[in-house]
């Protein structure tokens, strides 16, 4: 099993910056992609950037050139640099990692809890 472990959300005036963190733990053999995902209210949840094995990184078109996705000091941990914040951002933000586990023949999928993350205009 992996557990994943999101800090970072809050509040924050539009325009200013806000970091996410994620930390996966647990029976981890090797992680296929990183990645964050959003839901606002009443919206479905959707991708927001997401980093894989090979480094290659993908950002949805509302936040590239504002958001960064990189890999963190610490090991199986990813960061969303939140820069420009806009009102549109508001959501709930979930942590998504797609992993192996050892003694498993698939990846499987996680999710975090979700951590909230509101812009005032």
């Known amino acids: 099993q992996v557990q994943l472990v999101e800090s970072g959300g809050g509040l924050v005036q539009a325009g200013g910056p806000l970091r996410l963190s994620c930390a996966a733990s647990?029976?981890?053999?090797?992680?296929?992609?990183m990645g964050w995902y959003r839901q606002a209210p009443g919206k479905q949840r959707e991708l927001v950037a997401i980093i894989t094995s090979g480094d290659r990184i993908n950002y949805s078109d509302s936040v590239k050139d504002r958001f960064i996705i990189s890999r963190g000091n610490a090991k199986n941990s990813v960061i969303l640099q939140m820069n420009s914040a806009k009102p549109e951002d508001t959501a709930v933000y979930y942590c998504?990692?797609?992993?192996?586990?050892?003694?498993?023949?698939?990846?499987?999928?996680?999710w975090g809890q979700g951590t909230q993350v509101t812009v005032s205009s």
């Open positions: 647990g029976n981890i053999f090797s992680i296929n992609t």
């Open positions: 998504n990692v797609v992993a192996l586990s050892y003694g498993s023949t698939r990846y499987v999928e996680y």
